[in-house]
């Protein structure tokens, strides 16, 4: 496939590797309700998130959506887990 942005095979790589890492790995959604001075957050925003309810500390996330509207702000978020960071210790 051609590409007028891409000049350089190096680049064309590093593309393939980041596009086959995006594709190939489980991906979570999940909406949190925040406060309304969180309406500030925009779509691409990345984010930490620390849920005690799901074994969360620090986890890093992408903002997808924002809903703002008078009161609590609605806010969906993409993790990507990380297998070592997420598994289990014994």
Partial sequence: EDSDWIM???TA???LDWKTR???????QVTYL??????SLQPMDLV???????S????????????RAPGPTV???LI???????????
């Avoid at 995006?22 to 979570?28: D, F, G, L, Y």
């Fill in 22 to 28: 995006w594709m190939s790995t489980v991906k979570a």
């Fill in 13 to 15: 790589q590093s593309v």
């Fill in 48 to 54: 930490t998130i620390t849920d005690n309810d799901l």
């Fill in 34 to 39: 925040l406060p309304q001075e969180d309406q």
């Fill in 80 to 90: 990507f887990p990380d297998l070592i960071r997420d598994s289990p210790t014994y």
């Fill in 75 to 77: 806010i969906e978020l």
């Fill in 8 to 10: 350089a095979s190096s």
């Fill in 56 to 67: 969360w500390t620090s986890v890093p996330a992408i903002v997808v959506s924002v809903l």
